[in-house]
């Protein structure tokens, strides 16, 4: 697709005019004007400006550059040699068990859980059948699944709002089509309602807590997520580390005490 034509496609979609784009982007309305009709050339640092002032996202600004003859950003993993990718996963590896006892994963773009610690483990372990845990787990999904981790999700309704509506924001913002899906998919679930992809407006607490119950064992954590800094891979971009940490002193005491004993 000529550069113009991506621009153009880019501006419409995000509802601004030829005016709003040129002022924020700090060039005249004549020169945009000319870069969508290919009248004009863009250099490498237009593109990159333009594509920043458009909010594309990361993975789609090769797209951008490829368009306008230059080098991609993010490479193919394939091209990234196999040491630096061992780099990679050691590093990964090391940040999830500092997080011992306590739960951590990390996802891809898509949720899909691609390593976890122990603590992640013997903690969700807790609430997944034998013949689950061995199997690949979508973060997103199992909190949706009736055979996840739903059945076992404290104030579902809350948590489940929330993460369709984050996940519909990152569908409007990247026009992915996977996430399309699993948006799609997640809707299918019984007991998910459409009108939950509209914006809630009650306020967010500041903590959101996801609190795990079965039988009389009942495990709440806060989480925090860690992204790597500008990778350049397109297998490593946005790969997310989420780390659990106890919300109250019975869980603490559970993971510290009774999950390292089992």
């Not at 122990?118 to 199992?142: D, H, I, L, M, S």
Request: with cysteine; net charge neutral.
């Amino acid at each position: 697709m000529p550069f113009g034509t991506l621009l153009r496609h880019w501006r419409t979609s995000r509802g601004l005019s030829q005016l709003a784009l040129a002022t924020d982007a700090g060039i005249s309305t004549r020169h945009l004007s000319f870069l969508e009709t290919g009248r004009a050339h863009p250099s490498r640092e237009m593109v990159i400006l333009l594509a920043g002032m458009l909010r594309v996202p990361e993975t789609d600004r090769n797209a951008f550059l490829v368009s306008a003859g230059y080098a991609p950003l993010l490479i193919e993993d394939s091209a990234q040699p196999p040491m630096q990718l061992a780099h990679v996963q050691r590093a990964l590896e090391f940040i999830l068990r500092q997080q011992e006892p306590y739960p951590a994963i990390a996802v891809d773009p898509h949720s899909t859980i691609v390593m976890m610690n122990q603590g992640a483990r013997r903690t969700f372990g807790q609430f997944y059948q034998p013949e689950q845990a061995c199997k690949p787990v979508n973060a997103t999904r199992t909190i949706f699944d009736p055979h996840g981790l739903r059945p076992y999700v404290q104030n579902w309704d809350h948590h489940a709002r929330r993460i369709l509506q984050s996940l519909q924001h990152d569908v409007a913002f990247t026009g992915d089509a996977s996430l399309m899906q699993l948006r799609d998919e997640l809707l299918e679930y019984p007991g998910v309602p459409k009108h939950w992809l509209q914006a809630d407006p009650t306020p967010e607490p500041l903590l959101a807590n996801l609190t795990l119950a079965k039988g009389d064992l009942s495990l709440s954590f806060f989480s925090t997520v860690t992204t790597l800094a500008t990778p350049r891979d397109t297998a490593l971009h946005q790969i997310r580390i989420k780390c659990f940490f106890p919300a109250d002193a019975a869980t603490e005491q559970f993971v510290r005490e009774v999950l390292p004993a089992a």
